[in-house]
């Protein structure tokens, strides 16, 4: 009875750990992706800068606001 009982509480252990492993995998790859700092090239001299700090003027991007200016 005791054996079954260790039996059963393994055996629930595996489920719950498998579950467990399938629901917390695709949280870390989501998050790789976002963290990612995407550099990008100025559409006017070529510098390569953080997307984030980026100018946008009609779909291009600019390094500064002088590159996007003149
Ligand atoms: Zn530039």
Known sequence: ML???LLLGGLV???YYTFFNKKSLPNPSKDNKKP???MIACAKCGTYADI????????Y???????MEA
């Not at 984030?52 to 779909?59: A, N, V």
């Open 3 to 5: 054996f079954k009982l």
């Open 13 to 15: 252990t595996v489920v």
């Open 36 to 38: 990612q700092e995407a």
């Open 52 to 59: 984030k700090e980026t100018f946008i003027r009609d779909g």
């Open 61 to 67: 991007y600019y390094c500064s606001r002088e590159c």
